[in-house]
């Protein structure tokens, strides 16, 4: 789950960085992620890295709510959750935004391991319910904060284990 966490972290990243259709400001907050995410190839193929940022930076108010959290197109790169951790109802927002872009759910499943083929990473997708996945990565933006780290993980906990193992299931992923 590491890899999950680190994907997310580089997502809210690359949201950031990527506005279509935003202001000026938020479009080079986007680009300054987009940047550095392509550089660090940690972005999934197949998934709009433009779609992704976009969804990240709404999530968090553009360029004047990352402002709020000291995220800068001139700082995006260095942005570390832990010491600027986001709120959990930022985090929550930006995620399922993320969540909205084709193929961002099954690249994340997909993630979990070598043992999951992208067939069955686009078949975990169709089969679990996609507000408790994105409320586990929303807790890779949220830092030390943690009383939301873990209410976030309770809410994913609860909401998620019996539709992923019945998922795995459907989907004919060996554990």
């Not at 968090?60 to 709020?68: L, P, Q, R, V, Y």
């Amino acid at each position: 789950m590491n890899h999950v966490r680190t994907f997310a972290i580089a997502t809210t990243l690359l949201l950031l960085l990527t506005a279509c259709g935003s202001s000026q400001s938020d479009s080079a907050l986007v680009d300054a992620l987009a940047e550095d995410w392509t550089a660090e190839e940690e972005f999934p193929e197949g998934v709009s890295i433009d779609c992704v940022a976009e969804g990240f930076v709404r999530g968090i108010g553009g360029i004047d709510g990352a402002a709020e959290y000291g995220i800068t197109p001139a700082n995006i790169a260095g942005t570390e959750f832990d010491i600027n951790p986001l709120s959990e109802a930022d985090a929550l927002t930006a995620t399922g935004n993320m969540f909205e872009c084709d193929g961002f759910e099954a690249a994340i499943l997909g993630d979990l391991g070598p043992t999951v083929t992208d067939e069955q990473a686009v078949c975990l997708a169709d089969n679990i319910d996609d507000e408790p996945l994105a409320a586990l990565l929303a807790t890779s933006f949220m830092g030390n904060n943690g009383a939301a780290v873990s209410a976030a993980a309770q809410e994913f906990e609860s909401l998620f284990q019996t539709g992923f193992i019945e998922a795995l299931t459907t989907c004919g992923v060996q554990g």
